[in-house]
């Protein structure tokens, strides 16, 4: 591909290739628009499709390295702000519709490849390196130069040029990545080694509240998230292979392996959050975590009974927050169908909550003496555990294979409602469709004779709701 400078090109020419450029993808765009409006009627191959998007995505990268030639002339003659503009920053912004924050980026690299980086800027403008791996160059290499001498800036950057641009050639931008983060070892070795530290006690995980959920931040240095992705891609992978999944996770029938594969991309983040909510379930059940008081570390609901009858939901208690974060009533119901419990009386004031006002201060209301606490018990015991799991096999939902072991002991009819804790009121379901049970509305009845046998429970799906 030929690149375009001004020492072959005057600048009349220049101006009238900008012109034509200009008028045919304006052209384009119109007839684009048209089938977009009228439909597409063109008989066109998906590899002509992929073509075009290829080479317009040559023009648009070639376009940019064009700009950012014209950018580099413009901010050093002064011209925006001859034509008064306040700078040519704010020219850009106005008559380009850029952001601020894209303008400057845009003028500081247009900047910098003019002073240092000249080889980039003419393989990019010969379409021998893409505007991502020009990005790369510029700002991981020129970020690397500065730890060195000023007098040795500038042959730190040309070698370095001479070492990345031919893999920018022909390589990925993870390529360039990689070349270039291999050069900074040998550019600041010392800035390398301390940005390891920097980024071990830079690490941090926060978790805010956010409408029924929690929205998790974090930041992790390269080998704590190696861990981690590892860890859970082993769990997920697990499910994959041993068909342990929930329908809406699992292959179709009939699917290429590629229809699988992207379904699986797709599922991947979801499956990665499950993944660790079982992997912490599995910590405070096995107590490896350790313990507290001589107590195994647990997620604490509080539940008042007076407050579950009026549908007022429980309190769930999250560590490092300092209030507790509250939960729908079937929330609370199926957080107790298997886990332990311990009855605390209480006195309060307000004895009964048959008004607004007494059903707010009952909220609101920390003021208790505890009057008597009751030893911890679980409400389905390990015998009838396993019980369950020789009848069940696995999550009971319709077409569920997710395996037992993941699954929860539901009460069909609450315990706190007076149901019994047996096979003949238990069924096993996994997070899922626990979920789609208490909070989802779908609905459990016998059907079966001996509840020791499989096939005891239906289940019908909730129904569609309607806004």
Not at 2 to 26: F, K, Q, R
Not at 104 to 126: K, M, P
Request: negative net charge; proline residues 3%; glycine residues 8%.
């Amino acid at each position: 591909m030929c690149s375009i400078s001004d020492a072959s090109l005057g600048a009349e020419s220049v101006a009238e290739l900008v012109a034509s450029a200009h008028l045919s993808i304006t052209h384009l765009a119109k007839l684009v628009g048209e089938e977009v409006t009228n439909g597409f009627t063109c008989d066109e191959s998906a590899a002509a499709l992929m073509r075009e998007v290829e080479l317009l995505s040559s023009v648009a990268d070639l376009a940019n390295a064009v700009i950012a030639t014209r950018l580099a002339r413009i901010e050093a003659s002064g011209a925006a702000i001859n034509e008064g503009w306040s700078s040519s920053t704010r020219w850009l912004q106005a008559t380009c519709h850029r952001s601020e924050r894209e303008a400057r980026a845009s003028i500081g690299r247009a900047r910098v490849l003019r002073d240092s980086f000249r080889a980039t800027q003419l393989a990019w403008l010969a379409g021998e390196a893409s505007g991502d791996a020009v990005r790369e160059i510029t700002a991981e290499v020129g970020k690397a130069a500065r730890a060195l001498p000023h007098e040795q800036r500038e042959a730190g950057i040309a070698m370095a040029q001479e070492i990345v641009l031919p893999v920018a050639k022909v390589g990925t931008v993870a390529d360039v990545r990689t070349v270039i983060e291999g050069l900074k070892l040998g550019i600041d070795p010392d800035g390398a080694r301390q940005a390891e530290i920097d980024a071990y006690d830079d690490q941090f995980l926060t978790f805010t509240t956010v409408g029924a959920g929690v929205d998790v931040k974090g930041y992790l240095t390269h080998e704590t998230a190696a861990m981690v992705q590892t860890v859970l891609g082993q769990i997920v992978d697990g499910w994959h292979r041993s068909g342990s999944l929930a329908p809406a996770d699992s292959d179709y029938e009939g699917e290429t392996q590629a229809q699988q594969r992207r379904r699986q991309r797709l599922r991947r983040s979801h499956l990665s959050a499950i993944a660790l909510e079982n992997l912490a379930e599995r910590a405070l059940a096995g107590e490896f975590v350790g313990s507290h008081h001589g107590v195994a570390p647990h997620v604490t609901l509080t539940v008042d009974l007076n407050l579950m009858s009026n549908e007022l939901g429980g309190r769930l208690h999250i560590p490092g927050m300092e209030s507790t974060t509250t939960v729908c009533t079937q929330t609370a119901q199926r957080m107790l169908c298997d886990s332990g419990v311990t009855a605390v009386v209480m006195d309060n004031e307000t004895s009964s909550a048959s008004s607004p006002h007494d059903i707010a201060s009952r909220l609101l209301s920390e003021s208790r003496r505890v009057l008597w606490v009751g030893r911890e018990h679980r409400t389905v015991p390990p015998r009838l555990r396993r019980a369950l799991e020789v009848r069940d096999r696995h999550c009971a939902y319709p077409d569920c294979r997710v395996d037992v072991s993941r699954c929860h002991a539901h009460h069909v009819v609450e315990w706190e409602h007076g149901g019994l804790t047996d096979l003949d009121n238990c069924i096993l379901l996994c997070q899922r469709h626990h979920r789609s049970v208490h909070e989802g509305g779908a609905t459990i009845a016998a059907v079966g004779r001996d509840p020791r046998a499989a096939g005891y429970w239906s289940i019908s799906p909730p129904k569609r709701r309607r806004w």
